[in-house]
C-alpha cells in the first residue's frame, strides 16, 4: 500500500512555480498533480498512454480533439491516447489529479515532436 496526501502535494506546487506534481509512479500507471491558474492556458503534447483528469478544483474549458467541454470541480474527463488536449479559457485556478495508464510506447510526452522531426 501506498499512501499519498495529496494536500502536501498541493502545497508543494503552490510554493514553486511548477505545473504538476507526481504523486506516484508505478508499472501500470503514474498519478500526478497539476494546477493551471486563472486566465491561462495550459496546451498539452498527447501522451501515448489513456488519461484521466479528475477536477478538484476550479473552472474552465477542455479541449479533447475537435470537442470543447466546460469543466469545473468534480468533473472526470478521459483522454484516449495520442489524443491533442488543453485546458484553456481558464476562469478560476484548475487543480486535478491525473492518472496515466501504462503506455504502449513509453516516450509518453512528444508525440507531436516526434512526428514533426521524422517529417523533416
Do not use: C, Q, W
Not at 73 to 99: C, Q, S
Request: no cysteine; net charge negative; proline share 5%.
Amino acid at each position: 500500500m501506498t499512501h499519498v496526501p495529496i494536500t502536501e502535494l498541493l502545497e508543494e506546487l503552490e510554493a514553486t512555480d511548477a505545473h504538476h506534481r507526481e504523486a506516484l509512479e508505478t508499472e501500470s500507471m503514474t498519478v500526478e498533480v497539476g494546477r493551471y491558474p486563472s486566465a491561462s492556458a495550459a496546451p498539452k503534447n498527447p501522451h501515448n498512454e489513456d488519461e484521466l483528469y479528475y477536477v478538484l478544483s476550479g473552472r474552465g474549458k477542455l479541449r479533447v480533439g475537435d470537442e470543447t467541454h466546460d469543466i469545473e470541480g468534480g468533473d472526470l474527463v478521459y483522454v484516449e491516447p495520442e489524443m491533442e488536449h488543453d485546458f484553456f479559457a481558464i476562469e478560476e485556478e484548475i487543480t486535478v489529479l491525473i492518472v496515466f495508464g501504462s503506455a504502449v510506447d513509453p516516450t509518453s510526452y512528444g508525440i507531436r515532436e516526434s512526428a514533426e522531426h521524422t517529417s523533416e
